[in-house]
Each structure stands twice: as C-alpha cells, then as structure tokens.
C-alpha cells in the first residue's frame, strides 16, 4: 500500500483523492496487484464520504 495515506480522521477533498485514484491506477499500468487492489478501495470510500460531506457543506 502507498505510504502516503492518511492518518485517521485526516480529510481530503473528493478531487485530491480521485487525482490519487488516477494515479494509482497509471502507475499499476491498468491492472491492480492484491496490495494495489486494497488502496484503491480504501481510497474510493474515502472518496464517496468526501463527495457527500462536500454534498452536504453545499446544502
């Protein structure tokens, strides 16, 4: 897993964590190992809950 995660209860904007998908998914070449596999769900529930808090910061 990438060493650049965050500590909990750090928050990212939706955008920063899908530019971090993104190169995630450049940097495995379009095929995910185990390892990869897992940062790249951690980072997309991380990703859902900073779109609906930025959903509801708007509201």
């Known amino acids: ?6 500590t909990p209860g750090s928050v ?3 955008a920063a964590l899908n530019e971090q998908i993104r190169a ?4 495995a070449g379009g095929y995910l190992s185990p390892q990869e596999r897992v940062e790249y769900e951690l980072l997309v529930v991380q990703w859902a809950a900073a779109v609906r ?6 509201a």
């Open 1 to 6: 897993m990438s060493t650049n995660s965050p």
């Open 12 to 14: 990212r904007s939706a």
């Open 24 to 27: 995630l998914w450049i940097r």
């Open 53 to 58: 808090e930025e959903i509801v910061e708007a």
